[in-house]
Protein backbone atom coordinates (compact mmCIF):
# COMPACT_ATOMS: atom_id res chain seq x y z
CA UNK A 1 0.00 0.00 0.00
CA UNK A 2 1.54 3.22 -0.85
CA UNK A 3 2.54 5.93 1.71
CA UNK A 4 2.12 9.59 0.85
CA UNK A 5 3.19 12.39 2.90
CA UNK A 6 1.12 15.28 1.99
CA UNK A 7 2.35 18.73 2.65
CA UNK A 8 2.15 22.31 1.25
CA UNK A 9 5.62 22.68 -0.02
CA UNK A 10 8.33 19.81 0.04
CA UNK A 11 11.09 21.88 -0.19
CA UNK A 12 10.70 23.10 3.72
CA UNK A 13 9.55 20.06 4.70
CA UNK A 14 11.86 18.45 7.39
CA UNK A 15 10.53 14.64 7.37
CA UNK A 16 11.82 12.22 5.64
CA UNK A 17 10.57 8.57 6.19
CA UNK A 18 12.04 5.66 4.24
CA UNK A 19 9.29 4.63 1.82
CA UNK A 20 6.91 7.41 1.89
CA UNK A 21 6.47 9.77 -0.89
CA UNK A 22 6.57 13.60 0.07
CA UNK A 23 4.16 15.19 -2.17
CA UNK A 24 2.89 18.68 -2.41
CA UNK A 25 -1.02 18.90 -2.11
CA UNK A 26 -0.85 20.67 -5.00
CA UNK A 27 0.30 17.58 -6.87
CA UNK A 28 -2.10 15.35 -4.60
CA UNK A 29 -5.17 16.88 -6.05
CA UNK A 30 -4.34 17.70 -9.67
CA UNK A 31 -1.92 14.24 -11.08
CA UNK A 32 -4.01 11.76 -12.53
CA UNK A 33 -1.38 9.20 -11.38
CA UNK A 34 -2.54 9.76 -7.51
CA UNK A 35 -6.28 9.90 -8.87
CA UNK A 36 -5.74 6.26 -9.60
CA UNK A 37 -3.97 5.01 -7.33
CA UNK A 38 -5.64 2.22 -5.50
CA UNK A 39 -5.55 1.78 -1.48
CA UNK A 40 -3.05 4.71 -0.61
CA UNK A 41 -2.48 6.07 2.95
CA UNK A 42 -2.32 9.36 3.02
CA UNK A 43 -0.99 11.55 5.76
CA UNK A 44 -2.20 14.76 5.26
CA UNK A 45 -0.08 17.37 7.06
CA UNK A 46 -0.67 20.66 5.32
CA UNK A 47 -0.76 23.94 7.38
CA UNK A 48 -4.91 24.43 7.48
CA UNK A 49 -7.93 21.57 7.22
CA UNK A 50 -10.10 24.71 7.42
CA UNK A 51 -13.26 24.19 5.15
CA UNK A 52 -12.58 24.40 1.54
CA UNK A 53 -8.72 25.01 1.91
CA UNK A 54 -6.39 23.28 0.36
CA UNK A 55 -5.81 20.77 3.29
CA UNK A 56 -9.79 20.26 3.78
CA UNK A 57 -9.54 18.98 0.05
CA UNK A 58 -6.47 16.61 0.47
CA UNK A 59 -8.74 14.49 3.36
CA UNK A 60 -11.72 14.92 1.29
CA UNK A 61 -10.72 13.48 -2.25
CA UNK A 62 -8.44 11.28 -0.45
CA UNK A 63 -11.79 9.76 0.56
CA UNK A 64 -13.00 9.79 -2.32
CA UNK A 65 -10.42 8.37 -4.33
CA UNK A 66 -10.58 5.47 -1.69
CA UNK A 67 -7.58 6.56 0.21
CA UNK A 68 -7.30 6.55 4.28
CA UNK A 69 -6.74 9.57 5.11
CA UNK A 70 -5.18 10.96 8.29
CA UNK A 71 -7.10 12.81 9.20
CA UNK A 72 -9.99 12.07 7.59
CA UNK A 73 -13.14 14.66 7.06
CA UNK A 74 -14.99 13.28 10.04
CA UNK A 75 -11.83 13.90 12.53
CA UNK A 76 -11.67 17.30 11.11
CA UNK A 77 -15.25 17.89 11.76
CA UNK A 78 -14.89 16.32 14.88
CA UNK A 79 -12.22 18.73 16.28
CA UNK A 80 -14.53 21.82 15.04
CA UNK A 81 -17.33 20.83 17.95
CA UNK A 82 -17.27 21.90 21.34
CA UNK A 83 -20.19 18.88 22.14
CA UNK A 84 -17.86 16.34 21.21
CA UNK A 85 -14.84 17.83 23.04
CA UNK A 86 -17.19 18.31 26.31
CA UNK A 87 -18.36 14.02 25.56
CA UNK A 88 -14.54 12.92 25.43
CA UNK A 89 -13.05 15.38 28.37
CA UNK A 90 -15.65 13.61 30.63
CA UNK A 91 -14.36 10.30 29.25
CA UNK A 92 -11.19 11.26 29.83
CA UNK A 93 -11.47 12.53 33.17
CA UNK A 94 -9.06 10.56 35.34
CA UNK A 95 -6.07 10.37 32.96
CA UNK A 96 -6.40 14.56 32.72
CA UNK A 97 -6.71 14.64 36.59
CA UNK A 98 -3.45 12.20 37.24
CA UNK A 99 -1.34 14.02 34.37
CA UNK A 100 -2.22 17.56 35.07
CA UNK A 101 -2.47 17.61 39.08
CA UNK A 102 1.06 18.82 39.27
CA UNK A 103 0.21 22.03 37.42
CA UNK A 104 0.26 25.05 39.16
CA UNK A 105 -1.81 27.24 36.53
CA UNK A 106 -5.18 27.92 35.45
CA UNK A 107 -4.87 26.95 32.26
CA UNK A 108 -2.08 24.62 30.22
CA UNK A 109 -1.32 23.58 26.77
CA UNK A 110 -0.54 20.56 25.30
CA UNK A 111 0.99 19.43 21.86
CA UNK A 112 0.87 16.29 20.23
CA UNK A 113 3.14 14.97 17.37
CA UNK A 114 2.09 11.41 16.39
CA UNK A 115 0.76 10.96 19.91
CA UNK A 116 3.59 11.75 21.67
CA UNK A 117 4.81 15.09 23.93
CA UNK A 118 8.56 16.28 24.18
CA UNK A 119 8.00 15.61 28.19
CA UNK A 120 7.61 11.89 28.54
CA UNK A 121 5.11 12.37 31.72
CA UNK A 122 2.14 13.63 29.47
CA UNK A 123 2.89 10.84 26.29
CA UNK A 124 0.23 8.32 28.02
CA UNK A 125 -2.51 11.62 28.06
CA UNK A 126 -1.27 12.44 24.10
CA UNK A 127 -1.67 9.08 23.25
CA UNK A 128 -4.96 8.53 24.42
CA UNK A 129 -6.41 12.36 22.94
CA UNK A 130 -4.58 11.32 19.65
CA UNK A 131 -6.58 8.06 19.46
CA UNK A 132 -9.27 9.72 19.51
CA UNK A 133 -8.49 12.52 17.50
CA UNK A 134 -6.43 11.01 14.37
CA UNK A 135 -4.39 13.91 13.18
CA UNK A 136 -0.55 14.49 13.34
CA UNK A 137 -0.33 17.62 14.79
CA UNK A 138 -2.73 18.47 17.80
CA UNK A 139 -2.73 21.29 20.24
CA UNK A 140 -4.44 20.35 23.64
CA UNK A 141 -5.74 23.17 25.66
CA UNK A 142 -6.96 22.60 29.72
CA UNK A 143 -8.56 25.00 31.76
CA UNK A 144 -8.68 24.65 35.55
CA UNK A 145 -12.24 25.40 37.70
CA UNK A 146 -10.54 26.20 41.13
CA UNK A 147 -13.87 25.52 42.57
CA UNK A 148 -14.38 21.55 41.34
CA UNK A 149 -10.87 21.70 41.50
CA UNK A 150 -10.95 19.96 38.24
CA UNK A 151 -9.17 20.22 34.78
CA UNK A 152 -11.02 20.02 31.95
CA UNK A 153 -10.70 19.76 28.55
CA UNK A 154 -10.96 23.19 26.85
CA UNK A 155 -10.62 22.67 23.45
CA UNK A 156 -8.56 20.61 20.97
CA UNK A 157 -7.14 21.62 17.05
CA UNK A 158 -4.41 20.86 14.44
CA UNK A 159 -1.61 22.22 14.91
CA UNK A 160 -0.36 24.46 11.51
CA UNK A 161 3.01 22.43 10.66
CA UNK A 162 4.72 25.53 9.92
CA UNK A 163 3.78 26.60 13.49
CA UNK A 164 6.35 23.86 14.71
CA UNK A 165 9.24 25.26 16.38
CA UNK A 166 11.98 24.33 13.93
CA UNK A 167 14.65 23.29 17.31
CA UNK A 168 11.63 20.83 17.71
CA UNK A 169 12.07 19.13 14.54
CA UNK A 170 14.46 16.27 15.60
CA UNK A 171 11.30 15.30 17.94
CA UNK A 172 8.81 15.55 15.58
CA UNK A 173 11.30 13.20 13.26
CA UNK A 174 11.63 10.70 15.85
CA UNK A 175 7.78 10.55 16.89
CA UNK A 176 6.54 10.23 12.89
CA UNK A 177 9.43 7.30 12.32
CA UNK A 178 8.84 5.79 15.44
CA UNK A 179 4.70 5.93 14.71
CA UNK A 180 5.67 4.63 10.82
CA UNK A 181 7.66 1.75 12.20
CA UNK A 182 5.43 0.77 14.81
CA UNK A 183 1.90 0.63 13.45
CA UNK A 184 0.35 -1.40 10.90
CA UNK A 185 1.20 1.31 7.87
CA UNK A 186 4.74 0.53 8.48
CA UNK A 187 6.87 0.93 5.22
CA UNK A 188 9.03 -1.44 6.18
CA UNK A 189 6.89 -4.48 6.35
CA UNK A 190 7.33 -7.02 3.79
CA UNK A 191 4.34 -7.37 2.62
CA UNK A 192 1.24 -5.34 3.26
CA UNK A 193 -2.48 -6.28 3.41
CA UNK A 194 -4.63 -5.62 0.72
CA UNK A 195 -7.39 -4.33 3.13
CA UNK A 196 -7.30 -3.88 7.09
CA UNK A 197 -9.85 -5.32 9.36
CA UNK A 198 -10.56 -3.81 13.20
CA UNK A 199 -11.78 -6.02 15.58
CA UNK A 200 -13.56 -4.57 18.66
CA UNK A 201 -12.82 -6.20 21.76
CA UNK A 202 -13.00 -5.77 25.60
CA UNK A 203 -10.67 -7.65 27.95
CA UNK A 204 -12.26 -6.79 31.00
CA UNK A 205 -15.30 -8.08 29.86
CA UNK A 206 -16.45 -11.62 31.92
CA UNK A 207 -18.55 -13.07 28.88
CA UNK A 208 -17.28 -12.27 25.53
CA UNK A 209 -18.81 -12.99 22.41
CA UNK A 210 -15.89 -14.85 21.25
CA UNK A 211 -12.62 -16.16 23.86
CA UNK A 212 -9.22 -15.80 22.95
CA UNK A 213 -9.05 -18.75 20.84
CA UNK A 214 -11.83 -17.95 18.81
CA UNK A 215 -10.14 -14.45 18.32
CA UNK A 216 -6.98 -15.91 17.50
CA UNK A 217 -8.40 -17.72 14.65
CA UNK A 218 -10.62 -14.55 12.95
CA UNK A 219 -7.53 -13.56 12.87
CA UNK A 220 -5.25 -16.41 11.09
CA UNK A 221 -8.51 -16.53 8.95
CA UNK A 222 -8.35 -13.01 7.69
CA UNK A 223 -4.68 -13.24 7.02
CA UNK A 224 -5.15 -15.85 4.52
CA UNK A 225 -7.51 -13.66 2.69
CA UNK A 226 -4.85 -10.63 2.43
CA UNK A 227 -6.95 -9.24 5.60
CA UNK A 228 -4.90 -7.20 8.04
CA UNK A 229 -6.45 -7.70 11.23
CA UNK A 230 -5.54 -5.37 13.79
CA UNK A 231 -7.67 -5.52 17.61
CA UNK A 232 -8.63 -2.36 19.11
CA UNK A 233 -10.53 -1.28 22.10
CA UNK A 234 -12.87 1.77 22.73
CA UNK A 235 -10.36 4.01 23.06
CA UNK A 236 -9.46 3.68 19.59
CA UNK A 237 -12.54 5.44 18.11
CA UNK A 238 -10.78 8.30 16.19
CA UNK A 239 -8.50 5.24 14.60
CA UNK A 240 -11.82 4.72 12.54
CA UNK A 241 -11.67 5.81 9.14
CA UNK A 242 -8.02 4.13 9.15
CA UNK A 243 -9.73 0.67 8.33
CA UNK A 244 -11.92 -1.04 5.49
CA UNK A 245 -14.15 -2.61 8.06
CA UNK A 246 -14.80 -3.10 11.52
CA UNK A 247 -16.00 -6.32 13.34
CA UNK A 248 -17.44 -6.08 16.87
CA UNK A 249 -16.62 -8.67 19.01
CA UNK A 250 -18.14 -6.98 22.35
CA UNK A 251 -21.80 -7.08 23.92
CA UNK A 252 -23.62 -4.60 21.98
CA UNK A 253 -25.74 -2.10 23.44
CA UNK A 254 -27.33 1.44 21.74
CA UNK A 255 -26.42 3.49 24.82
CA UNK A 256 -22.62 2.74 24.80
CA UNK A 257 -19.73 3.00 23.08
CA UNK A 258 -20.10 -0.67 20.46
CA UNK A 259 -23.18 1.58 18.89
CA UNK A 260 -20.97 4.61 18.98
CA UNK A 261 -17.87 2.95 17.00
CA UNK A 262 -20.67 1.24 14.69
CA UNK A 263 -22.64 4.47 13.71
CA UNK A 264 -19.32 6.25 12.87
CA UNK A 265 -17.78 3.03 10.85
CA UNK A 266 -20.68 3.00 9.02
CA UNK A 267 -20.56 6.92 8.29
CA UNK A 268 -17.13 6.08 7.01
CA UNK A 269 -18.20 3.39 4.41
CA UNK A 270 -16.60 0.93 6.21
CA UNK A 271 -17.92 -2.85 6.20
CA UNK A 272 -19.18 -3.55 9.88
CA UNK A 273 -20.63 -6.13 11.75
CA UNK A 274 -22.92 -5.46 13.63
CA UNK A 275 -24.37 -2.74 11.43
CA UNK A 276 -25.89 0.43 13.91
CA UNK A 277 -29.41 -0.46 12.26
CA UNK A 278 -28.97 -4.62 13.39
CA UNK A 279 -27.75 -3.32 16.90
CA UNK A 280 -30.72 -1.14 17.31
CA UNK A 281 -33.58 -3.72 16.29
CA UNK A 282 -32.05 -6.57 17.77
CA UNK A 283 -30.95 -5.51 20.97
CA UNK A 284 -34.59 -4.38 21.95
CA UNK A 285 -36.52 -6.76 22.38
CA UNK A 286 -40.11 -4.67 22.14
CA UNK A 287 -38.87 -4.24 18.51
CA UNK A 288 -38.58 -7.82 17.53
CA UNK A 289 -42.17 -8.31 19.23
CA UNK A 290 -43.56 -5.92 17.11
CA UNK A 291 -41.53 -7.09 14.04
CA UNK A 292 -41.97 -10.82 14.33
CA UNK A 293 -45.47 -10.79 15.35
CA UNK A 294 -46.17 -7.91 11.88
CA UNK A 295 -44.80 -11.04 10.03
CA UNK A 296 -46.47 -13.56 11.55
CA UNK A 297 -43.33 -15.10 12.35
CA UNK A 298 -44.48 -18.29 14.63
CA UNK A 299 -43.36 -17.38 18.55
CA UNK A 300 -44.35 -18.05 22.23
CA UNK A 301 -47.56 -16.47 23.21
CA UNK A 302 -45.82 -12.25 24.16
CA UNK A 303 -47.30 -9.52 25.32
CA UNK A 304 -45.93 -5.58 25.97
CA UNK A 305 -46.03 -4.88 29.04
CA UNK A 306 -46.59 -1.01 30.51
CA UNK A 307 -48.58 -0.12 33.25
CA UNK A 308 -51.93 -0.25 32.50
CA UNK A 309 -51.76 -3.77 31.40
CA UNK A 310 -50.01 -5.86 34.44
CA UNK A 311 -53.62 -7.50 34.62
CA UNK A 312 -53.17 -9.19 31.41
CA UNK A 313 -50.31 -11.19 31.99
CA UNK A 314 -52.00 -13.94 33.27
CA UNK A 315 -54.53 -14.04 30.82
CA UNK A 316 -52.90 -13.36 27.85
CA UNK A 317 -49.18 -15.11 28.25
CA UNK A 318 -49.82 -17.63 31.27
CA UNK A 319 -48.31 -18.47 34.50
CA UNK A 320 -45.44 -18.86 34.91
CA UNK A 321 -43.95 -16.98 32.43
CA UNK A 322 -40.87 -15.00 31.20
CA UNK A 323 -40.08 -11.14 31.75
CA UNK A 324 -37.78 -9.66 29.90
CA UNK A 325 -35.47 -5.96 30.17
CA UNK A 326 -35.62 -4.66 26.23
CA UNK A 327 -32.41 -4.81 26.00
CA UNK A 328 -31.79 -8.20 27.68
CA UNK A 329 -28.91 -10.40 26.69
CA UNK A 330 -26.62 -13.74 27.40
CA UNK A 331 -29.65 -14.66 29.58
CA UNK A 332 -29.12 -11.19 31.78
CA UNK A 333 -32.20 -9.33 32.61
CA UNK A 334 -34.87 -12.11 31.76
CA UNK A 335 -36.44 -13.27 35.11
CA UNK A 336 -39.34 -16.19 35.60
CA UNK A 337 -42.31 -15.03 37.41
CA UNK A 338 -43.86 -18.29 39.21
CA UNK A 339 -47.14 -17.01 40.30
CA UNK A 340 -48.93 -13.48 40.21
CA UNK A 341 -47.21 -12.13 43.41
CA UNK A 342 -43.52 -12.52 41.69
CA UNK A 343 -44.66 -11.33 38.49
CA UNK A 344 -46.13 -8.00 40.28
CA UNK A 345 -42.93 -7.62 42.00
CA UNK A 346 -40.62 -8.47 39.21
CA UNK A 347 -42.89 -6.02 36.46
CA UNK A 348 -42.91 -3.16 39.29
CA UNK A 349 -38.85 -3.54 38.87
CA UNK A 350 -38.54 -3.46 35.66
CA UNK A 351 -40.94 -0.90 34.58
CA UNK A 352 -39.05 2.00 37.14
CA UNK A 353 -36.72 1.09 34.45
CA UNK A 354 -38.37 1.23 30.69
CA UNK A 355 -41.79 2.66 29.89
CA UNK A 356 -42.45 -0.89 27.96
CA UNK A 357 -41.23 -4.65 28.79
CA UNK A 358 -41.98 -8.03 27.57
CA UNK A 359 -43.69 -10.69 28.90
CA UNK A 360 -43.76 -14.19 27.34
CA UNK A 361 -44.94 -17.51 27.41
CA UNK A 362 -43.04 -19.73 29.31
CA UNK A 363 -42.18 -23.20 27.00
CA UNK A 364 -40.35 -25.38 29.09
CA UNK A 365 -37.71 -27.32 26.86
CA UNK A 366 -34.11 -29.39 27.83
CA UNK A 367 -32.64 -27.19 25.04
CA UNK A 368 -32.81 -23.93 22.69
CA UNK A 369 -31.85 -24.32 19.06
CA UNK A 370 -29.21 -21.63 17.98
CA UNK A 371 -29.02 -20.81 14.10
CA UNK A 372 -26.10 -18.68 13.71
CA UNK A 373 -26.45 -16.84 10.22
CA UNK A 374 -24.17 -13.96 8.06
CA UNK A 375 -24.81 -12.77 4.25
CA UNK A 376 -28.43 -14.40 4.63
CA UNK A 377 -26.71 -17.77 5.02
CA UNK A 378 -26.83 -20.44 7.77
CA UNK A 379 -23.11 -21.09 9.18
CA UNK A 380 -23.61 -23.20 12.55
CA UNK A 381 -26.55 -25.10 14.14
CA UNK A 382 -26.00 -25.72 18.06
CA UNK A 383 -28.09 -27.29 20.93
CA UNK A 384 -27.72 -25.17 23.90
CA UNK A 385 -28.77 -27.04 27.14
CA UNK A 386 -30.00 -25.12 29.61
CA UNK A 387 -27.75 -25.18 32.94
CA UNK A 388 -27.89 -27.98 35.54
CA UNK A 389 -31.10 -27.32 37.42
CA UNK A 390 -32.40 -24.15 35.94
CA UNK A 391 -34.56 -22.99 32.92
CA UNK A 392 -32.03 -21.05 31.52
CA UNK A 393 -28.78 -21.77 29.42
CA UNK A 394 -26.60 -20.22 32.03
CA UNK A 395 -26.99 -20.06 35.86
CA UNK A 396 -25.25 -18.09 38.55
CA UNK A 397 -24.93 -19.39 41.85
CA UNK A 398 -24.97 -17.70 45.45
CA UNK A 399 -21.09 -16.78 44.68
CA UNK A 400 -21.33 -15.45 41.90
CA UNK A 401 -20.03 -18.49 39.60
CA UNK A 402 -21.34 -19.09 36.18
CA UNK A 403 -22.79 -22.78 35.05
CA UNK A 404 -23.79 -23.19 31.66
CA UNK A 405 -25.57 -26.25 30.29
CA UNK A 406 -24.00 -28.30 27.56
CA UNK A 407 -23.70 -27.17 23.58
CA UNK A 408 -24.21 -29.85 20.77
CA UNK A 409 -23.29 -28.58 17.33
CA UNK A 410 -24.48 -30.34 14.25
CA UNK A 411 -23.57 -30.11 10.13
CA UNK A 412 -25.99 -28.12 8.45
CA UNK A 413 -27.64 -31.20 6.67
CA UNK A 414 -28.17 -32.89 9.93
CA UNK A 415 -30.22 -30.25 11.82
CA UNK A 416 -34.11 -30.04 11.58
CA UNK A 417 -34.91 -28.30 8.36
CA UNK A 418 -37.76 -26.38 9.84
CA UNK A 419 -35.35 -25.08 12.89
CA UNK A 420 -32.86 -23.82 10.04
CA UNK A 421 -35.39 -22.41 7.46
CA UNK A 422 -37.41 -20.33 10.11
CA UNK A 423 -34.35 -19.07 11.67
CA UNK A 424 -33.70 -17.65 7.88
CA UNK A 425 -37.19 -16.09 7.59
CA UNK A 426 -36.76 -14.54 11.31
CA UNK A 427 -33.03 -13.26 10.26
CA UNK A 428 -34.11 -11.92 7.25
CA UNK A 429 -36.35 -9.48 8.65
CA UNK A 430 -33.28 -7.53 10.31
CA UNK A 431 -31.04 -7.52 7.38
CA UNK A 432 -27.74 -9.15 6.03
CA UNK A 433 -25.79 -9.12 9.17
CA UNK A 434 -24.14 -11.71 11.64
CA UNK A 435 -27.35 -12.95 13.55
CA UNK A 436 -28.15 -15.61 16.35
CA UNK A 437 -31.76 -17.06 16.20
CA UNK A 438 -32.75 -18.66 19.35
CA UNK A 439 -35.68 -20.81 18.88
CA UNK A 440 -37.50 -23.83 20.42
CA UNK A 441 -38.89 -26.69 18.50
CA UNK A 442 -41.95 -28.58 20.42
CA UNK A 443 -43.28 -31.58 18.58
CA UNK A 444 -43.99 -30.21 14.79
CA UNK A 445 -43.78 -26.67 15.52
CA UNK A 446 -40.85 -24.45 15.86
CA UNK A 447 -41.21 -21.10 17.98
CA UNK A 448 -38.67 -17.97 17.07
CA UNK A 449 -37.52 -17.21 20.70
CA UNK A 450 -35.53 -14.03 19.50
CA UNK A 451 -32.71 -12.61 17.09
CA UNK A 452 -29.69 -11.79 18.81
CA UNK A 453 -26.88 -9.19 17.08
CA UNK A 454 -23.43 -10.33 17.91
CA UNK A 455 -23.93 -13.84 18.43
CA UNK A 456 -21.76 -16.26 20.26
CA UNK A 457 -18.48 -17.44 18.83
CA UNK A 458 -16.47 -19.26 20.74
CA UNK A 459 -13.20 -22.61 19.88
CA UNK A 460 -14.61 -25.87 20.28
CA UNK A 461 -18.26 -24.65 20.68
CA UNK A 462 -19.99 -23.30 17.66
CA UNK A 463 -16.99 -23.69 15.01
CA UNK A 464 -17.00 -27.48 16.73
CA UNK A 465 -18.09 -29.12 13.21
CA UNK A 466 -16.93 -26.36 10.27
CA UNK A 467 -13.59 -25.86 12.62
CA UNK A 468 -11.20 -23.47 10.52
CA UNK A 469 -13.72 -22.96 7.52
CA UNK A 470 -16.42 -21.21 9.89
CA UNK A 471 -14.05 -18.27 10.14
CA UNK A 472 -13.09 -18.84 6.69
CA UNK A 473 -16.62 -18.34 5.95
CA UNK A 474 -17.76 -15.19 7.86
CA UNK A 475 -14.17 -13.52 6.61
CA UNK A 476 -14.64 -14.50 3.20
CA UNK A 477 -17.73 -12.01 3.88
CA UNK A 478 -15.79 -9.30 5.15
CA UNK A 479 -13.78 -9.62 1.95
CA UNK A 480 -16.40 -9.87 -0.21
CA UNK A 481 -18.20 -6.59 1.17
CA UNK A 482 -15.31 -5.09 0.94
CA UNK A 483 -14.50 -5.34 -2.70
CA UNK A 484 -18.02 -4.56 -3.35
CA UNK A 485 -17.58 -1.44 -1.77
CA UNK A 486 -14.04 -0.36 -3.53
CA UNK A 487 -15.72 -1.37 -7.14
CA UNK A 488 -18.53 0.76 -6.61
CA UNK A 489 -16.82 3.84 -5.52
CA UNK A 490 -14.51 3.30 -8.51
CA UNK A 491 -17.16 3.16 -10.48
CA UNK A 492 -16.70 -0.40 -11.53
Excluded at 87 to 114: A, K, M
Excluded at 458 to 469: H, I, N, R, T
Aim: glycine share 4%; with cysteine; aromatic share 10%.
Amino acid sequence: MPILIVVNNPQSWPLQIPGGEVISARTYLTEPAYSDMRNAKVFNLCRSYSYQSIGYYVSLLAMARGHKPLPSISTIQDLKSLSIIRTVGDELEELIQHSLRPIQSDSFTLSIYFGRNVAKRYDRLSSHLFKLFQAPFLRAEFRYDKDDQLWTLHNISPISANEIPQELFPFLIEAATEYFESSRWSVRKKSMPRYDLAILTNQDEEEPPSDERALQYFVRAAKKLGLGAEFIDKEDYGQLPQFDALFIRETTQVNNHTYRFARRAAAEGLVVVDDPESIAKCTNKVYLEELLGRYDVPKPRTLIVHRDNIDAIPEQVGLPCILKEPDSSFSQGVYKAEDDSSLRTIVSQLLDESELIIAQEFMPTPYDWRVGIFDRQPMYVCKYHMAPKHWQIQRTDHVGKIHFGKVETFPLDKAPAQVVRTALRAANLIGDGLYGVDLKHIGRKTYVIEINDNPSIEAGVEDAELKDELYMRIMSVFLKRIEQRKEARNGR
